[in-house]
């Protein structure tokens, strides 16, 4: 396992479209998955989609254990949203790969998934609540679609600028 570097915006590979994982699970997208999870654990977060460390796959893992609880990773490969509620919840999001910004996006409070798990199996299950506003935001991951493409132009021309600047700092902290 190895932490890789995280991508941030407005790194132009974020926007990318991921493409599904073609046959099988493999043990190279295992391997990928275990990558995926030591960097969002050392973040820390609670979720991560593989083109957060620039890889273009179709490819989720998760844990929204609470502090304190035991570890309880989740991997989804070529997920789909099959069904979503017509109710919807707000929440305030945050991203790694959008450092320091958070803000509420109102997104279906249930969603029901269809995805191959860690193994490779067939699994369908129902979200609600944290679970069913990560696996939708990582989602949007697959898409290209960042949680401040949700927000007005106004609040995510905001959140972008103070990330220019935070990088700049960064730079010149170097
Ligand atoms: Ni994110």
Wanted: charged share 30%; aromatic share 6%.
């Amino acid at each position: 396992m190895a932490i890789r570097e995280i991508l941030t915006a407005p790194d132009l590979r974020l926007k990318q479209k991921s493409k599904p994982v073609e046959g099988p699970v493999t043990d190279a997208h295992r391997a990928l998955m275990d990558d995926m999870l030591e960097t969002m654990y050392a973040a820390p977060g609670i979720g991560l989609a593989a083109i957060q460390i620039g890889e273009p796959l179709r490819i989720i893992v998760m844990d929204i254990a609470k502090d304190g609880e035991a570890k309880a990773p989740r991997y989804f490969v070529n997920p789909e949203i099959v069904w979503t509620s017509e109710e919807t919840a707000p929440y305030e999001e945050g991203c790694l790969s959008v450092p320091e910004i958070y803000d509420e996006v109102e997104r279906p409070a249930r969603v029901k998934l269809r995805y191959l798990n860690y193994a490779g199996e067939v699994v369908e299950e129902e979200a609600e609540g944290l679970f069913a506003v990560c696996i939708q935001h990582e989602m949007d991951h697959l898409e290209g679609v960042l949680f401040i493409d949700h927000l007005s132009r106004l609040k995510r021309e905001n959140a972008l600028r103070k990330l220019k600047k935070a990088r700049k700092l960064a730079a010149l902290e170097a």
